[in-house]
């Protein structure tokens, strides 16, 4: 059962004060939950997180397309969009990274990405016009206002955006659905893993196991001269606080992609151990530390026999 504080949420706020100073914490106290979701995204600050690092990206496409070298956004353009004609649509777009991608492997695709956050969305533009893409459009949108035409999406797609929203299944059923074509698909890049990051207990000692087996340098937390001890659990206060929209549903993703889609495809990704580990420290771990990481990815493997992934690559369709 999830706590409402932790011990950890007390580390974490330490962390977060030291790395980007108390405006960011104050800015925590919005009472208006929009604007504390949108605090968690500032373009300018530098995340010491897993996908940081080459090597992980790497194992990312290995376990995604089955080649380390073929990142998942081409794999999806060889493969599933044949339509190329069509349109794809990514809520949540971000910085535009992924969709650009697919843009430039699928010239005739019109590719649409939308954003609450206006100033990732202005990185978005600026970044396409860089690259003299004509067939992609960035707007600054809510998923819960923008509206379709019936039957005219090709493609969806989610780049961890879809744990962020709430109420899946009616998301699904009033809005997605009935936008998609018959036959089109959802292409799903994604945490999948317990509501709100509240890891089970078994999780959280598997991974502070893989933890111990750092050196103490290669787990210097960023920003800071503090070395990292621990893998602590998150309270439900601190996560509501920090970012309401985190997670808020993400157990539900894949019960209903399972029940309203035909699933064509659909892989482990992992995360378990990496990402509560390299939390923070993944920065030592970008061009260092290769014969510890590929410990820690044994680890996880070891750990994805018997419980599921908290991350998923799939394709699913639309039921005819």
């Excluded at 949108?38 to 600050?45: I, M, N």
């Excluded at 190329?84 to 649509?89: A, C, F, N, S, T």
């Excluded at 707007?139 to 797609?157: C, G, K």
């Excluded at 495809?265 to 509560?276: A, D, R, S, V, Y």
Aim: charged residues 20%; glycine residues 6%; hydrophobic residues 40%.
């Amino acid at each position: 059962m999830a706590s409402w504080i932790t011990s950890g949420d007390f580390i974490e706020t330490a962390i977060k004060l030291r790395q980007r100073g108390l405006p960011f914490l104050l800015s925590k106290l919005s009472l208006k939950g929009e604007n504390r979701t949108l605090s968690a995204f500032q373009p300018e600050f530098e995340h010491a997180n897993w996908w940081i690092i080459p090597a992980i990206q790497s194992r990312m496409n290995l376990l995604a397309t089955g080649d380390p070298n073929k990142p998942y956004e081409i794999y999806l353009a060889e493969k599933h969009i044949q339509s190329e004609k069509g349109i794809l649509v990514s809520p949540g777009c971000g910085s535009g990274g992924h969709e650009r991608r697919i843009a430039s492997a699928c010239p005739n695709l019109s590719v649409i990405g939308f954003d609450l956050s206006s100033e990732l969305i202005a990185e978005a533009r600026q970044k396409t016009q860089d690259s003299r893409l004509l067939n992609i459009l960035f707007e600054t949108n809510s998923i819960y206002q923008r509206t379709y035409a019936p039957a005219s999406v090709d493609y969806f797609l989610f780049h961890a955006s879809l744990h962020h929203f709430r109420n899946i299944e009616n998301l699904f059923l009033n809005t997605l659905l009935p936008a998609l074509k018959p036959g089109g698909k959802i292409f799903l890049h994604e945490y999948t893993g317990p509501n709100r990051m509240m890891l089970p207990t078994h999780q959280l000692k598997a991974a502070q196991q893989a933890l111990n087996t750092l050196p103490k340098e290669a787990r210097k937390i960023l920003g800071t001269n503090w070395v990292k001890r621990t893998i602590y659990a998150h309270g439900e206060l601190r996560m509501r606080i920090s970012d309401p929209s985190e997670c808020i549903q993400s157990s539900s993703i894949l019960p209903v992609l399972h029940q309203h889609l035909k699933v064509i495809e659909e892989k482990k990704l992992g995360g378990n151990i990496l990402m509560p580990v390299l939390k923070h420290i993944a920065h030592h771990f970008v061009s260092d530390y290769s014969r510890e990481l590929q410990t820690l990815m044994a680890i996880e493997d070891t750990y994805l026999k018997d419980y599921p992934s908290d991350f998923t690559f799939g394709v699913y369709q639309k039921l005819d």
